[in-house]
């Protein structure tokens, strides 16, 4: 079998024109681009580096439920990715990966794709699993973002919200990227349906000498 034509699957949009990544994806939410999700999942689970990450950023977006379960397979061993070792992309403020970030940002467009049975409820446990990565890996606004744009969400995942709370809490600052920022952002999510547990957790986070960006975010819930 020939090598996937990464041109095509990535940078071709459905008239076959050359396009932007971002405009490929826009264009597969409503189904113009299935005769591609063959080598889209080839390419998932059968390849290392980019072009892994961005099959996967591309499927997550369309809504699919097996990019759904390789993220989530992923998320439990975030240092055996097909990428890990690969600059992907950098966070503008901290330089951090931000690899993590571009997925979550694929869970929000997943609200424009094509409705399909189960989406809602695997796209809560993709955010579920990215919740369980906050304390190592910089998201900067995208994952409290995904949460806002998904109704109802806070609600469903205040549990899981606290947690990861917690413990970027505890776990302190590092250099790599601000998680008493991350926690802040988080902890207005979940002021969405815990108000009172959130102010708890933002009084917390005041008391940590949060960086000037976290303690805007926390002076809003306070």
């Not at 971002?22 to 264009?27: E, L, P, R």
């Not at 681009?33 to 977006?61: C, H, Q, T, W, Y």
């Amino acid at each position: 079998m020939p090598p996937p034509d990464l041109q095509l699957l990535f940078r071709t949009d459905a008239k076959g024109h050359p396009a932007s990544f971002i405009d490929v994806i826009d264009d597969g939410l409503e189904g113009a681009l299935d005769v591609r999700i063959p080598e889209l999942l080839a390419l998932l689970n059968g390849s290392e580096g980019k072009s892994a990450f961005n099959a996967g950023l591309m499927l997550l977006s369309w809504g699919h439920r097996e990019a759904y379960q390789t993220l989530n397979r992923w998320s439990l061993q975030p240092n055996s990715v097909p990428w890990a070792g690969e600059s992907i992309t950098r966070q503008r403020h901290s330089g951090a990966d931000g690899s993590w970030s571009l997925i979550a940002d694929a869970l929000r467009t997943s609200r424009y794709a094509k409705g399909r049975p189960g989406l809602d409820t695997d796209r809560l446990s993709g955010i579920r699993s990215l919740l369980c990565l906050t304390v190592d890996e910089d998201f900067e606004r995208s994952l409290a973002t995904t949460i806002a744009s998904i109704s109802g969400a806070a609600e469903l995942l205040a549990d899981e919200l606290d947690v990861a709370i917690e413990k970027l809490i505890s776990a302190g600052e590092i250099e790599q990227f601000d998680r008493n920022f991350q926690a802040a952002l988080l902890t207005k999510e979940l002021a969405r349906a815990r108000p009172q547990r959130a102010r708890v957790l933002a009084r917390q986070l005041g008391a940590k000498s949060p960086s000037p960006r976290a303690q805007r975010e926390i002076d809003d819930l306070l």
